[in-house]
């Protein structure tokens, strides 16, 4: 979860964070990487100088009027914001969030609870640049001691304020789900509702 904001307002801490993703994997998705951007010219060095692919997801309503520009890389259009993030957790095989907004926060906490209900067991992390997520962390911790997120569920966010101690974290992360929770079975199918045939035939 790549957020263009945080890569424009702090350029030497973006690519710090994403030379060292480069090194540490085959391949990583950004919420877009438009081509007037500093996000382009990152994603394009970071390709050159370690030969990793780039994979930008994109709701097909963000392309009308070239509102993200060209997308470095591999681009994947889908319809829906929803089916953006399913995409998104179906290729990754981490999520890591930087300094963002709404945007950032509600995909966030949408993997969080899925890896809570066993849809998927990837590690979740947020990079944690200039202390910019501790109010949050704070309030995670606030809701752990209210009871209203269990202590085990606090480890599926991983947090840390360089990009080598996150990766580190992420790769050693193992979180076992709620053993009632662990018998839910879901597929893709199952999360989609069926679409009605409106169809008119005469």
């Known amino acids: 979860m790549c957020n263009g904001e945080f890569l424009d307002k702090e350029p030497e801490e973006a690519i710090e964070y994403l030379d060292h993703l480069a090194e540490n994997s085959q391949s990583w998705h950004s919420t877009s990487s438009s081509e007037n951007s500093i996000r382009s010219n990152l994603a394009n060095a970071s390709r050159a100088q370690h030969e990793r692919q780039v994979l930008g997801i994109i709701p097909s309503a963000f392309t009308v009027n070239n509102l993200v520009g060209e997308t470095c890389g591999k681009e994947i259009k889908v319809a829906t914001m929803h089916e953006r993030l399913l995409t998104m957790m179906e290729l990754s095989d981490a999520f890591i969030a930087l300094p963002g907004g709404f ?11 899925w890896a809570q209900l066993n849809i998927h067991n990837k590690p979740i992390g ?25 202590q085990k569920a606090r480890k599926i966010l991983i947090s840390a304020t360089t990009a080598d101690e996150l990766v580190d974290k992420l790769e050693v992360f193992r979180f076992e789900p709620n053993p009632a929770l662990s018998k839910l079975k879901w597929s893709p199918s199952s999360s989609q509702k069926e679409k009605l045939d409106l169809t008119l035939r005469l």
């Not at 926060?105 to 609870?113: A, G, R």
């Not at 990079?127 to 009871?147: K, R």
């Open 103 to 113: 945007g950032t926060l509600e995909e966030l906490f949408q993997m969080i609870s």
């Open 126 to 150: 947020v990079l944690n640049i200039n202390g910019f997520f501790n109010s949050l962390l704070s309030f995670v911790d606030h809701a752990v001691e209210q009871e209203f997120i269990t």
